[in-house]
């Protein structure tokens, strides 16, 4: 990854309103405040390789993480380029495992063989529909279940699926992405700016609960760490 590195990945904790966020071959830990102010950072900024020690030597942790979903309890699924794993990550404890992989995309997702998300995946966020999870690349989304690996909607487009992200930078492409503790609500980010979304799952109802603004102003704490060079 070259130039100025804002959010690569990020996944909500299974500790209330905590988020792990991801850049590079780092990542952090925060407790979050949706749309207040009152932030506070749990984990300073550190090397993958030190808080998750199960992914030390794996791409997670030389070439980074760059996409991430959570799944039941503190369970997640992971992303480098073509890489896939999915991992116990133990919140605070430093007893993070491995349970699959580390596996191509293609090979942990069979659906996804033959389509551009076997060779990467921006970002993901977990839906309130059963096991589904949205998965987005480009301009295109999907959404998929976990558990079967089967998709259950074919691909569109963000602007197609999303309608109020029409006319935002979000049209045409999201770095990544996570579900809020608040339900049905998301994170979306790309480049220095984000944004939070009310999802209606299956629907187009979709809503903006705020402006998309940098991400350093509704992050006030991530000012001197972001973004990384």
Known sequence: MSGKVYINAAFPSSKPFQVY???KNKYMRLYYTPGELGDEIL???ELVSTGFTSLAGTPFAEQGI??????EGSEAYIFSYNNCAYIDYAPNTGNDRILVGPTTIDEMFPDLKNTWFADGVDGAFRSTRDKEVYIFKGKQYARINYDTKKLT?????ISEGFPVLKGT???NGIDTCFSSHLENEVYLFKGDE???MKVDPHGSQDTLMDFVIPIVEGWPELKDILPLS
């Open 21 to 23: 966020f991801f850049m």
């Open 43 to 45: 984990t300073p900024l």
């Open 66 to 71: 760059d996409c991430s979903f959570n799944t």
């Open 153 to 157: 909607q074919r691909f569109y487009g």
């Open 169 to 171: 930078i979000f049209e």
């Open 194 to 196: 984000y944004v939070r």
